[in-house]
């Protein structure tokens, strides 16, 4: 009779243990799906402003072809265009600015993807371009980086940056490895060109070390090595 009331208890205890925690859980679970929600809307935001600015941008570039062609003399054409230009600017700025903040709270939950050579990552990819999502062009780019590696008749001097529209890009002879975007230089709290230049050198000394560790004089000095230590051990 004693021991059905101990197993009684026992049971009971388990079953408050298990009523209090699941509580917890469940609250646990809710504020987590809050939490990614507020993420979800946040990139929202920082992809709409990106939209906007990408608009405004082809739009200022339009006005600005439009005032080159307007002669150098005063009217109210090139007044007027000129006053559209600066109201852009301006809007540029603060969505510039809003853009930013949003990137950097969520700078602390959002992962980027790496970009990898020889099982070492050299910088990571957050946002997409066009079609390309930012995993796409994290695999991509490391792709291009270890064909590169893999040229006989690679050049470290030949890695070159390149000013587009939209971009700097970073290229070997005629061939893309990165192109760098305004956006991703937010994310990593940059300028564009200062990222592309942190990005050519990285890759530069990625491959440099590729070439290194896989070239034949070190293949070659491995192998003896290990023959020595076979001689050695038999």
Known sequence: MMKKWVI????FSQYLTVAAAFPQDSARVQNDSIHNARLDNQMVRVQR????????????AELEARVAKLSRTGNLEKSVLESQLNALRQHDSLKTVRQKKEIDSLRRFVKGFPVIILQDTLFHIYVRQGSFTAQDRAEAISKRIGNL????????????????????DIVYGSNLLVSVSGQDALWQNMSRDQLAESFRGKITSAVRQYRDE???????REAILAMLVIAVVT
């Not at 896989?214 to 070659?220: A, D």
Request: net charge negative; hydrophobic share 40%; no cysteine.
């Open 149 to 168: 590696a893999e040229r006989h008749d690679f050049s470290p001097d030949s890695i070159q940056l390149s000013q587009a529209e939209f971009s700097t």
């Open 49 to 60: 402003y990106a939209a906007e600015r990408l608009a405004d941008s082809l739009k200022r």
């Open 8 to 11: 009684a208890l026992w049971l």
């Open 214 to 220: 896989t070239g034949w004089q070190t293949l070659l």
